[in-house]
């Protein structure tokens, strides 16, 4: 499911290429946190363990690595993806973007602003 977080992952990973320790396994971000200037975010990744009920855990904290991402990082990557893939970056081409989660009704979604919808990438 597309969101806005994915792209902070894809961003880390690709500035941590190389230098993640060795782990057989799937990586995902385990933290992300927005720094005082506004401009950019500390992004955790670490060896991502899915459990039976659908929750995610991070059991290895030494192998945590953390990334700076910078918005203008993030505006390269997106113009990147839609160059690459022809979808739209705010919704990884599913239309839909995450809008939050509640106990009540779990994730919920709605039509995505940038390309209302339709999954392609918007000309800018
Ligand atoms: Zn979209």
Same mark, same amino acid.
């Given at each position: 499911?597309?969101?806005?977080l994915n792209i902070y992952?894809?961003?880390?990973?690709?500035?941590?290429?190389?230098?993640?320790?060795?782990?057989?396994?799937? =990586?995902?971000?385990?933290?992300?946190?927005?720094?005082?200037?506004?401009?950019?975010?500390?992004?955790?990744?670490?060896? !991502?363990?899915?459990?039976?009920?659908?929750?995610?855990?991070?059991?290895?904290?030494?192998?945590?690595?953390?990334?700076?991402?910078?918005?203008?990082?993030?505006?390269?990557? !997106?113009?990147?993806?839609?160059?690459?893939?022809?979808?739209?970056?705010? !919704?990884?081409?599913?239309?839909?973007? =995450?809008?939050?989660?509640?106990?009540?009704?779990?994730?919920?979604?709605?039509? !995505?602003?940038?390309?209302?919808?339709?999954?392609?990438?918007?000309?800018?």
């Open positions: 499911m597309g969101n806005r992952e894809r961003v880390a990973k690709r500035k941590l290429e190389g230098k993640l320790p060795e782990y057989d396994g799937d =990586w995902e971000m385990s933290m992300w946190e927005a720094l005082d200037d506004g401009e950019s975010i500390v992004v955790e990744i670490a060896p !991502c363990v899915t459990l039976e009920n659908g929750d995610k855990e991070w059991p290895q904290e030494a192998l945590r690595r953390k990334a700076v991402v910078t918005l203008q990082d993030i505006r390269e990557d !997106c113009l990147q993806y839609e160059k690459e893939t022809g979808n739209c970056s705010n !919704c990884m081409g599913d239309g839909q973007m =995450w809008t939050g989660w509640s106990a009540d009704e779990g994730n919920r979604h709605d039509t !995505c602003i940038q390309c209302r919808g339709t999954g392609k990438a918007v000309a800018k």
